[in-house]
């Protein structure tokens, strides 16, 4: 089992920066596949960046050249740096863990773009 918690949401202007963590526990986290989703008003959740055990990343194209993922496994976290950010990025952002048959979700942490 694989609990993780976000943090780092908040209100931010368009063009702001935010960094969201997920602190995982209770597993081997290095092992893990790790993956940050949103899911905005109406709207399905969907992808936003991947990190698999070995480093590799993928994004979603919406936030290519804007956000960052990056794991420490030393401290069982994953990061989403988030750079220019839109109005379009206003949604809950959820994180994941995924090893073989097995995924795990985090509670959720909103992410708000107004001026």
């Known amino acids: 089992q694989v609990q993780l918690v976000e943090s780092g949401g908040g209100l931010v202007q368009p063009g702001g920066s935010l960094r969201l963590s997920c602190a995982a526990s209770?597993?081997?986290?290095?092992?893990?596949?790790m993956g940050w989703y949103r899911q905005a008003p109406g709207k399905q959740r969907e992808l936003v960046a991947v990190i698999t055990s070995g480093g590799s990343t993928n994004y979603a194209d919406s936030v290519k050249g804007r956000f960052t993922i990056s794991r420490d496994n030393a401290k069982n976290t994953v990061y989403l740096q988030m750079n220019t950010l839109k109005p379009e990025d206003t949604a809950v952002y959820y994180c994941k863990a995924v090893r073989g048959r097995w995924d795990y979700w985090g509670q959720g942490t909103q992410v708000t773009v107004s001026s």
């Open positions: 209770g597993s081997i986290f290095s092992r893990y596949n």
